[in-house]
């Protein structure tokens, strides 16, 4: 299934006045803990595993990210992107993103442009688009960056379940340190999830317990997967696999 062509204006989408009083969506952040830990992967996953049973949208704020669109195979599909969307204000009309956006395998994905200038969208056009997706969406998954400007900072304010996805590594649990310092005062609920492999010796509660937060779970290593990835194939393409074995089980405990 197709989304429709790419709108030629935006401001016939919007709506003048914004309200979030009928978000009802479930948002959950995922964030790396530090550079390669596979947020953006985990991410489309947990997107198409939740598309299954409702409505489902995968919103990139990264400006630097490789594009959410790629990482589904649905970078062709025509629909919008973030750069159509920088004058958006207020809340969006009904049924706008829903009718507007890249649709592959049952999810809707907003990405960001993956040349031109590295500029990312606004913190109000953030506002407008996930006011508007709560409304529209039962879960919206949000692929956040590690550092948090103006336009992350304002997505990370209505999450409802925020992921920092940690290699099984030492260095790599330092840096999430100051991933977690940065999100625990704007996140109540805060968890960290365990990439595996697990080297010999390395107790997997520790690192939760070093960086204080509960565990989402541990991701096991997924054979091919970064194979499939170069194929063009989505993540957690495998439902029998441990990626998206672990998607269900994670939505099922969030829901």
């Not at 973030?82 to 993103?97: H, I, N």
């Not at 704007?186 to 997997?204: E, I, K, S």
Request: proline share 9%.
């Amino acid at each position: 299934m197709r989304a429709p062509q790419r709108a030629p204006q935006v401001a016939p989408l919007l709506h003048p006045h914004r309200t979030a009083a009928g978000r009802r969506a479930l948002v959950v952040g995922i964030i790396g803990g530090c550079g390669g830990a596979g947020a953006s992967v985990l991410a489309a996953a947990l997107a198409r595993a939740s598309a299954r049973t409702g409505p489902t949208l995968l919103v990139e704020i990264d400006q630097l990210g490789g594009g959410a669109d790629l990482l589904l195979g649905a970078e062709d599909e025509p629909g919008l992107r973030w750069p159509d969307l920088t004058s958006a204000r207020g809340r969006l009309l009904p049924g706008s993103l829903s009718g507007s956006l890249p649709l592959i395998d049952g999810v809707h994905v907003l990405a960001t442009a993956r040349s031109g200038p590295a500029t990312g969208p606004s913190a109000a056009a953030v506002t407008a688009v996930l006011d508007s997706a709560g409304a529209e969406y039962a879960v919206v998954v949000l692929d956040l960056p590690r550092h948090l400007d103006e336009a992350a900072s304002t997505a990370v304010r209505v999450v409802d379940a925020g992921l920092v996805v940690v290699p099984a590594e030492v260095r790599a649990t330092a840096a999430a340190r100051r991933v977690v310092a940065s999100l625990r005062p704007r996140v109540a609920d805060l968890r960290v999830v365990l990439r595996g492999p697990v080297p010999a010796g390395l107790d997997p509660n520790s690192i939760g317990t070093a960086l204080g937060l509960p565990p989402a779970g541990l991701l096991s290593p997924e054979p091919g997967l970064k194979a499939a990835l170069d194929r063009g194939e989505p993540p957690g393409l495998r439902r029998r696999g441990p990626l998206a074995r672990f998607c269900r089980e994670l939505l099922e405990e969030l829901a």
